[in-house]
T-cell receptor
């Protein structure tokens, strides 16, 4: 059974600091890994998808890396802003479903 | 292009009742999946549908059921509601079922069982 762990569970940083969010998974037989953002009481917004054959993906201030062999992914958010405050979830895709971590709740202080 | 639409957004039911939630996927998407989100268990997979067929089901009791229509819209039904069914129910759609397909999520239906 796939287990996905996100560390830390919560993070508070001043505006402008870079964010580093970690995700680990136990079964390397994955199709892809997605990072999502969830605002309180809302659904999930897809941020980045990394295919199992890829090492990283970038979108604007966001960069995600994937090391499938070691079961790790890292999401970097450069120059954080108060609007980045949210819960960030990573999810790995097997043949039919996403398995999610519990998320990292980020607070960016102005 | 409209995103994934879930209705209703909020529901309040009492124990023993049944409920139906609806999901309209992004136009052209044929795969719909459902997830349950609770503070204690996080996000858990419920079902996956593709072309009106349930392809997979998560570890939930038979009270949870679903279906997909020919226009790819999907419904899920929960019968004999229990307090523990209170959760945010999320629907996701994608073009297909292969691993390269991004899953796009709706805003969810918040179900409260009293």
């Amino acid at each position: 059974k796939q287990e996905v762990t996100q560390i830390p569970a919560a993070l508070s940083v001043p505006e402008g600091e870079n964010l580093v969010l970690n995700c680990s998974f136990t079964d390397s037989a994955i199709y892809n890994l997605q990072w999502f953002r969830q605002d309180p009481g809302k659904g999930l917004t897809s941020l980045l998808l990394i295919q199992s054959s890829q090492r990283e993906q970038t979108s604007g201030r966001l960069n995600a890396s994937l090391d499938k062999s070691s079961g790790r992914s890292t999401l970097y958010i450069a120059a954080s802003q108060p609007g980045d405050s949210a819960t960030y979830l990573c999810a790995v895709r097997d043949d039919y479903k996403l398995s999610f971590g519990a998320g990292t709740t980020v607070t960016v202080r102005a | 292009k409209a995103g994934v639409t879930q209705t209703p957004r909020y529901l309040i039911k009492t124990r023993g009742q049944q409920v139906t939630l609806s999901c309209s996927p992004i136009s052209g998407h044929r795969s719909v999946s459902w997830y349950q989100q609770t503070p204690g268990q996080g996000l858990q997979f419920l079902f996956e549908y593709f072309s009106e067929t349930q392809r997979n089901k998560g570890n939930f009791p038979g009270r949870f059921s679903g279906r997909q229509f020919s226009n790819s819209r999907s419904e899920m039904n929960v019968s004999t509601l229990e307090l523990g069914d209170s959760a945010l129910y999320l629907c996701a759609s994608s073009l297909g079922t292969t691993g390269g397909n991004i899953q796009y999520f709706g805003a969810g239906t918040r179900l409260s069982v009293l």
